[in-house]
């Protein structure tokens, strides 16, 4: 039994008219042969009545009261009203269709509630079901502890169902149907220029999106990788395939490209605490405080002066907060982002940093931190300048010109 997976985002199944593009995705595949996997997420974006923020609204006036685990049973309901419309719907087509939910679909979670681990699949259900029907469609982002209770994956999180059922069933891709053409080498809404990229590398996918890039969650892109299933990133409204997403073996062209694409995080806060008096106490103290608080932490550069590090503008006064307890000088610079060049391109090759550099400074923006991996090379700039410098690495390394 071959198998393919499709998992439908939240614009793809909003309205009757959206879900005859995803119809006719789903008979095409069909017609070449496959049983068919789906995955959906709740129906359009707030203030659309089963949307996931929606939901999450319905209990906001009881200012928290509700547990986390009450609130996964109140937000997996989106998907599983999105899984029985879209069953019916290919049912009166005579496509022969079951909606499932995450835990009738065999997805068993930790208990880690609204942001619960995939810890296994059990695919008896999936596969009984197939023998006698094409399709299943399954409401993603949910899943089921192993005592019975519901739990969502995370927001974002049924790109991750759709990548564990990929994997768990060898499918022979996982397609990813979305609004957009792809993954683009930068916010089309940013970068006039920006292009969809045609193939790319789970590792250079994951950092994107890690990075800020929003039309896949992360998480899903490893699961692949581990898996070694391709992934296919496209447009519900277009036949066109996207982006494909493999490990990027025999592909010369993934070499010759020096950067994949650029990502950008707003809101992030730059934290520098002098440590010159006493850096062997307040080196090791710093970063035990913000790991007991769990907020986590990026950019860390240190030396026996000072401790330089960023954490997100929403925990940034909490941090401030706890260093001034311990009785630390904080200096502070707000409202700063990352910007990132990813690509797999850049291991080893000279002179990317020095392109970067030159390329901001040409167009004005101030570096305030530099950081590199093999395959990203992130740089901390003021908010202000995140426009200029997005269009500035984007030009620097042609990826408008270029038929990524
Ligand atoms: N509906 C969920 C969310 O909005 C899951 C998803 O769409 O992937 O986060
Ligand atoms: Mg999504």
Known sequence: MQILVQKFGGISVQSAENRKHVIRHIQKAKKEGFKIVIVVSALGRKPDPYATDTLVELVQHTHGAVSRRELDLL????????????????QQRQVKAMALTGAQAGIVTNADYNQAKIKAIVPQRI???????????????????????????????????AAALGAAFQAERIEIFTDVQGIMTADPRMVKQAKPIKTATYTEICNLAYQGAKVIHPRAVEIAMQAGIPMQIRSVYMDDMGTRIDA??????????LVTGIAHTPAIVQL??????EPLRLQPAIFKAMAETGISVDFISISPSRVIFTVAERVADQAIHILQTLDMKVAVTPDCAKVSAVGAGMRDIPGVASKIVSALTDAGVQILQAADSHTTIWVLIHGKDVHRAVNAMHAIFELDHVNV
């Open 75 to 90: 937000m997996s309901c989106g998907e599983t009203i999105a899984a029985v419309i879209l069953s019916a719907e290919l």
């Open 248 to 257: 990027g073996n025999n592909r010369w062209h993934v070499s010759e490209r």
């Open 127 to 161: 596969k009984e079901t197939l023998e006698t029907h094409d399709v299943v469609v399954v409401a993603g982002f949910q899943g089921q502890t192993s005592a019975g209770d519901t739990t969502t994956l995370g927001r974002g999180g049924s790109d991750t169902t």
């Open 272 to 277: 520098c605490i002098e440590t010159e008096a």
